[in-house]
């Protein structure tokens, strides 16, 4: 019997939705040759991780393995799959592959973080294959929500797997290869030891629709339109993104990008050639001189960001352009879950001018989901007929889920979550052991860990306030004046009706006044308690414990 084994060890992306980092090993225990399968980001929030820019996988074993890493394969563009290439390629420094239009987007990437475009190699989709280590991958086109979708076709000596990636069964997805059912029979029929497959939607229980079935009511409501016209989609959604624009087009209406990312998508699209045929666009400052009644704007911002044309549409004007009452916003696209109240308030702030939003709550007409719904996942079950199931792409009760829902098909499977790595060698998927995983944070231009206490501290702040206290010490240990304080995210007065820097002076020049020499003269004793006093007084007089910072300056 061989003692070599196949293993599927996800970093990021099970247990979650976003943040995919998905690594596969063949050899010996401990001594397997890898690759890894998408590296991506997920996105922060001001309640769990302020000011932090992006979320990224924590890459520590691969880090500590990366001499046995061969390659690296990107299944979409998407910023959950290709995100972190740029924030890993230094220590991970494996050669990249993907298909033209995911290949430019991640190359950008690579560029703007001063590391070179070429690492990234551009392939063909299936049959090619392309040979790392033991395996050989090929692209399998997938229909997404983003051009050139693929699963992956990854061929081992212990058999092959199918990694689907994000996907969807659409025949007819506007932009992009249409689902092939026939094609995946053919890649099915040698025989899959494992489908390793997107769980996002398995409690839909409505089949998929198509792209193409947005078109019509998109348009029907652009020429309702009295007003100017503002539509909202996931830049990355290009499909979408021509929809929109043919049907402002078609209702007559000029079409003006606004915002870096769908302007960059729509370039990287055209350049790859996989978008044809989009209508013309106008530019923002010849959108000027054209009536208000006759322009459409595409804008950035479906998901509430803050710094995203729609939201600084919301809050005035932006390039020039105003929304006004009887105008018409449309969010073509669906609210991911998190980020609801950001998306809320641009809403309100539209109401309140007198825009009228259109929405997911107007009954789904104007989207449709770029993942596969649970009777889609069934069919792709029965199409590909995979020896196991390992669920991947999805929270903990969707895993959980789609586990059951292949059970009931009769295949066996596994919820592999985060650091789970799983031996898929023998005739049933089993856990061979636990790697330690987590999340690290890009905090402005640096890497820190989640648990480093940075993000901990800024959230006490937050919460909290600050105080900082100095006191001068002089060479025989005697407090040289009194201390004092500033504050920082704390209320002026409190209960004594005193300014609360007033009443945490006088708490701590009583203190120091009755000192003894052996606190006074030892910086951590004497800091931590005026650090004591400071946070007692301050709950006394306005109910919070501030975060304290003791400087002691001591003359000698």
């Known amino acids: 019997m061989s003692n070599e084994r196949l293993i599927y060890l996800p970093l990021g992306g099970a247990g979650e939705i976003g943040m995919n980092a998905y690594v596969y090993g063949y050899g010996k225990p401990g001594k397997e040759r890898l690759i890894l399968v998408d590296l991506g980001v997920t996105f922060p929030d001001m309640d769990g991780t302020p ?6 996988p924590d890459m520590t074993w691969l880090k500590q393995n990366a001499d046995r890493l061969d390659a690296i394969f990107i299944t979409h563009a998407h910023e959950d799959h290709v995100g972190a290439v740029p924030h890993f390629y230094a220590d991970l420094k494996a050669p990249i592959y993907a298909r033209p239009f995911t290949a430019n987007i991640a190359r950008a990437k690579l560029e703007d973080n001063g590391h070179p475009a070429e690492a990234v190699s551009v392939v063909s989709q299936w049959p090619q294959q392309t040979v790392a280590g033991p395996f050989s991958v090929g692209f399998l086109p997938i229909s997404h929500s983003i051009p050139e979708s693929s699963a992956l076709v990854i061929d081992s000596p212990d058999g092959r797997v199918i990694h689907t990636g994000d ?22 029929k040698p025989g899959v030891k494992a489908l390793v497959c997107d769980s996002t939607n398995v409690f839909s ?15 029907g409501l652009v020429s309702a339109a009295n007003g100017m016209v503002v539509a909202t989609t996931f830049a990355s959604n290009v499909a979408r993104v021509k929809t929109l624009a043919e049907a402002g087009d078609r209702a007559g209406r000029s ?54 044309a729609s939201a600084q549409l919301a809050r005035g004007t932006y390039q020039g352009f105003e929304m006004k009452d009887g105008d018409l916003f449309l969010f073509s696209s669906k609210t991911i879950p998190g980020n609801e109240r950001g998306v809320i308030r641009i809403v309100n702030a539209y109401s309140e001018i007198g825009v009228d939003v259109v929405d997911e709550s107007s009954g789904g007409h104007y989207h449709v989901s770029g993942h596969a719904n649970r009777p889609d996942l069934e069919t792709m079950h029965d199409l590909v007929k995979p020896q196991m199931l390992i669920p991947m792409h999805g929270e903990h009760r969707h895993l959980r889920e789609h586990v059951k829902l292949a059970a009931s098909k009769g295949l066996q499977g596994v919820v592999a979550v985060n650091g789970m790595m799983i031996d898929l060698s023998g005739n049933a998927p089993t856990v061979a052991e636990y790697i330690e995983t987590g999340r690290t944070y890009l905090d402005g231009t640096v890497q820190i860990g989640a648990l480093d206490g940075v993000v901990r501290n800024r959230i006490r702040m937050a919460l909290n306030g600050h105080v900082i206290v100095t006191v001068i010490i002089d060479d025989e240990n005697e407090p040289l004046g009194d201390a004092w304080c500033e504050t920082m995210g704390l209320a002026e007065v409190g209960h004594s009706r005193a300014p ?12 120091l006044n009755r000192a003894n020499e052996k606190t006074l003269s030892d910086d951590a004793k004497l800091e931590e308690a005026l650090r004591r006093i400071v946070r007692q007084s301050t709950q006394n007089e306005i109910g919070k414990k501030p975060e304290v910072t003791v400087v002691v300056s001591r003359l000698s």
């Open 205 to 219: 229980r409505h089949a998929g629709r198509s792209e193409v079935s947005v078109g019509p009511e998109i348009e």
């Open 500 to 511: 609360l820097v007033d009443v945490l002076e006088e708490d701590l020049r009583q203190f």
């Open 51 to 56: 000011g932090v820019d992006l979320i990224l």
């Open 255 to 308: 079409i003006v990008l606004l915002g870096r990312a769908m302007k960059r998508m729509v370039e990287a699209a055209i350049e790859t050639g996989v978008l044809t045929g989009f209508p013309r666009v106008v530019s923002p400052e010849d959108a000027k001189g054209i009536p208000r009644e006759n322009l459409m704007l595409l804008v950035t911002g479906s998901q509430g960001e803050r710094r995203a």
């Open 167 to 188: 996907f969807k069964l659409d025949k007819t997805p506007i932009v992009g290869e249409p689902f092939d059912p026939e094609l995946w029979a053919e890649v099915a």
